[in-house]
Every structure is written in C-alpha cells, then in structure tokens.
C-alpha cells in the first residue's frame, strides 16, 4: 500500500505556471505507475497526466499537452507536475494516484486504486 500527499497547488493569473508535487510513502515506490488528475468544480475527476513506474514513458490530456510536464524521482518518491502558461480552465482540484501497472500506465481513474487528498489551483483571468 502506498500513501500520497499533494503539495504545491495556489493561486496564478492567467500564464502563469505553478509546480506540483506529490510524496509517496513506503519502500516500493518505483513499482507504482503514477497519474495526475484534476477536478474541477461540478465536473467529473478527469485525466491529466501518467508517468511509468520508472519514469521512462508519460501520456497527458490533449487539453495540457505541451504546456504541462510529468516527472518522477524514485529516489526522492516524488513524482511532480510541472505546469505552464496556465488557463483559467485549469482551475481544478488536483490529485495525484497510483497504481501497480507493470511497464504500462493508465488514464482511467479506475486503473488507481491509491488517492491522494488533493491540491487546489485556481488561475485567475
């Protein structure tokens, strides 16, 4: 089992870029695939971002493609999002997930059974 803990979220204006991190706890970290997800108000959870659970391949969202940047730190067990010229829809609730998944990841929110609680971000106009 493994335990995660947002950090990082705030508030930004339009543009502007903010960097996530997520620490996970115990010793099997590097045996996790890990997901960003986001939640904004009245609107299902939905897919942001996944990184393997060596770091050696990411998928994101069409919506952050090329403006958002998934990594992780096996040493550190942190996994991190970067995120750049930031939109007002942007503004969500964002959660960081895991899953045992092999060498493959997942963008479902059913393929993560391990949640974090969850970092506001609001990007103001």
């Known amino acids: 089992q493994v335990q995660l803990v947002e950090s990082g979220g705030g508030l930004v204006q339009t543009g502007g870029s903010l960097r996530l991190s997520c620490a996970a706890s115990?010793?099997?970290?590097?045996?996790?695939?890990m997901g960003w997800f986001r939640q904004a108000p009245g609107k299902e959870r939905e897919f942001v971002a996944a990184?393997?659970?060596?770091?050696?391949?990411?998928y994101y969202a069409d919506s952050v493609t090329g403006r958002f940047t998934i990594s992780r730190d096996i040493a550190k067990n942190t996994v991190d999002l970067q995120m750049n010229s930031l939109k007002p829809e942007d503004t969500a609730i964002y959660y960081c997930?895991?899953?045992?998944?092999?060498?493959?990841?997942?963008?479902?929110?059913?393929?993560?059974?391990?949640w974090g609680q969850g970092t506001q971000v609001t990007v103001s106009s």
């Open positions: 997930a895991a899953a045992r998944l092999g060498n493959v990841l997942a963008t479902s929110v059913h393929a993560y059974p391990y």
């Open positions: 115990g010793r099997t970290f590097s045996s996790y695939a």
């Open positions: 990184v393997t659970r060596l770091g050696t391949n990411t």
